[in-house]
């Protein structure tokens, strides 16, 4: 479908993978809404950027963690930009500072990446459905990850909940059919943590075929490619430079 014109709400969208998939949606004719938690000024950055496109765009601060901000976020998107038509889970949690793993279990920690990673994709899908139906070219696209096949000893809680979203990902192209296309993908090296060294960098890279870390922009543009298709659905896109067949 032509996305001139359409609205999309990105979570997450304020910076990094978030704001590449909010601008390239904004490129390609979207008026869009920004979720944001902390990043207040990047959200309003990347909203003036979309606006110098002509575009709409407005911010919406809110704490996923929280369950009575999904139907928030949601309503606040229809009521200031009429209506919703693509819905981008972008917005995730990946613990870096503290253990992951079987030895440093906590179940606080699972319970919060959980929040993010996949209640609130599914509660915002809640909330969202109706209105994204309305049109009966609704679409839905959610961020997992290749270590959602493939999960790391190291970040065990993050790529669970990034394999039960890859899960609710197919069943809901399923339970949505046929007015709501869902998809997803799963990025490889889109991004390094800000926190990881020089020489960390390099061994993970070594390990994809391709030689090279990816872009936030390489996601970006399978968004707008899930976004414009009319007959994809229930697939996980892997964006990763072969990583994920090796």
Not at 71 to 87: K, S
Not at 100 to 109: A, L, M
Not at 119 to 146: E, F, M
């Amino acid at each position: 479908m032509t996305l001139l014109g359409s609205i999309a709400l990105v979570t997450g969208g304020a910076k990094r993978v978030g704001a590449a998939i909010a601008l390239e949606l904004a490129e390609a004719g979207c008026n869009v809404a920004i979720h944001f938690r902390n990043s207040s000024a990047e959200a309003e950055q990347i909203a003036a950027r979309i606006r110098s496109l002509g575009r709409c765009a407005i911010t919406i601060q809110a704490e996923l963690q929280d369950p009575a901000s999904w139907p928030q976020i949601v309503d606040r998107c229809v009521t200031e930009l009429g209506r919703l038509d693509i819905l981008v889970n972008n917005a995730s949690v990946f613990p870096t500072h503290s253990p992951d793993t079987v030895v440093g279990f906590q179940p606080e920690q699972w319970n919060s990446i959980f929040q993010t990673n996949l209640l609130a994709p599914i509660g915002l899908v809640h909330h969202a459905s109706r209105y994204l139906a309305a049109t009966g070219k609704g679409k839905i696209i959610n961020l997992t990850d290749i270590s959602a096949d493939r999960p790391w000893p190291t970040h065990l809680a993050y790529c669970c909940s990034k394999a039960a979203l890859a899960a609710l990902t197919r069943g809901l192209a399923v339970a949505l059919a046929p007015a709501i296309q869902v998809n997803a993908i799963a990025p490889g090296i889109a991004i390094f943590p800000d926190e990881y060294g020089v020489e960390l960098r390099k061994r993970i890279t070594a390990l994809v075929p391709l030689g090279r870390e990816g872009s936030p922009q390489d996601i970006a543009k399978t968004a707008r490619f899930l976004a414009e298709s009319d007959y994809v659905t229930g697939q996980i896109i892997a964006v990763d430079g072969g990583r994920s067949v090796v």
